[in-house]
């Protein structure tokens, strides 16, 4: 958030500097005023600030939401940054929250309790022990990472595995 704000700091600076008495220009953002976190690029003052549409996504997230989420529209998909590095915040109509690196790759997918995540996005030696450990629990909410998976199931119980699905902690 913090690098949000020193961003969009600098870039009212610079559409500042650049001149113009425009009376419908917008007063530059300074750090005391709070700023959209949706905001991620300077805009004309006639236009609202844009949140990344479906088509800016890269192809591999298109396809990825296309051919797991059938049915299910993108309602937002906003660019954003941790620590530098950029992803992509993607809310779809039915509540479900993804979010992609980068490349397109997916990170996470959150369902909220409304349904499971999708069983092909569960390696197959989490579902099992899953299954065998907890009942077949539906599991809502999936992240990936290079330090391996964390699952919420939904009764918020979440479990930590290896990248290659050995159970590593269990945080109720």
Request: glycine share 6%; with cysteine.
């Amino acid at each position: 958030m913090k690098q949000n704000i020193f961003l969009i700091s600098l870039a009212a600076i610079a559409l500042a500097s650049c001149g113009g008495n425009n009376a419908n220009q917008q007063p530059a953002a300074t750090a005391q005023q709070p700023v959209p976190s949706q905001a991620v690029a300077p805009v004309a003052p006639s236009q609202a600030a844009p949140a990344a549409q479906p088509a800016q996504l890269p192809t591999v997230a298109t396809d990825f939401i296309q051919q797991t989420f059938k049915g299910k529209n993108v309602v937002s998909a906003i660019p954003d940054y941790d620590d530098g590095v950029m992803h992509f915040d993607v809310h779809l109509s039915d509540g479900t929250e993804l979010e992609f690196a980068a490349d397109g790759q997916w990170k996470k997918v959150d369902c909220h309790k409304m349904a499971p995540v999708p069983a092909a996005l569960v390696p197959q030696n989490i579902a099992s022990y899953v299954k065998a450990n907890y009942g077949g629990a539906p599991i809502t909410k999936i992240d990936k990472s290079p330090y391996g998976y964390e699952i919420e199931l939904a009764n918020d119980l979440d479990l930590k595995f290896t990248p290659q699905g050995q159970l590593m902690v269990v945080d109720d």
